[in-house]
């Protein structure tokens, strides 16, 4: 198993941003295309967006327009921008990373970090 730690999670008011990491350890993330998911309580776990190993990135409905995937090979290191957070955005979010090829499919990944919770709320 590849260790993934998130972090940048925490408690924002509706409207404002949020930056998550993925750090990788033991393993070059260069290789690998890194995948963010969510899930709220009594809610299955859903795709976020994911960046392939050449920078191309792509979005679940929802968050298109207010998030940004973004990764960092020299820091060994993935990102999700979030702007103008929603309530309904309130979940633990997780990276995930997979290769050669990116997945929308959560049961297609293997490796996962432990979690970060984002609470949207006033």
């Known amino acids: 198993q590849l260790q993934l730690v998130e972090s940048g999670g925490g408690l924002v008011q509706p409207g404002g941003s949020l930056t998550l990491s993925c750090a990788a350890s033991?393993?070059?993330?260069?290789?690998?295309?890194i995948a963010w998911f969510r899930q709220a309580p009594g809610k299955e776990r859903e795709f976020v967006a994911a960046?392939?190993?050449?920078?191309?990135?792509f979005y679940a409905d929802f968050a298109k327009r207010r998030f940004i995937i973004d990764r960092d090979n020299a820091k060994n290191t993935g990102y999700l921008q979030m702007n103008s957070l929603r309530p309904e955005d309130t979940a633990v979010y997780y990276c995930?990373?997979?290769?050669?090829?990116?997945?929308?499919?959560?049961?297609?990944?293997?490796?996962w970090g432990q979690g970060t919770q984002v609470t949207v709320s006033s």
């Open positions: 960046i392939n190993r050449n920078g191309f990135s």
């Open positions: 033991e393993f070059s993330l260069a290789y690998y295309a």
């Open positions: 995930a990373v997979i290769s050669p090829f990116v997945s929308r499919q959560a049961t297609d990944y293997a490796d």
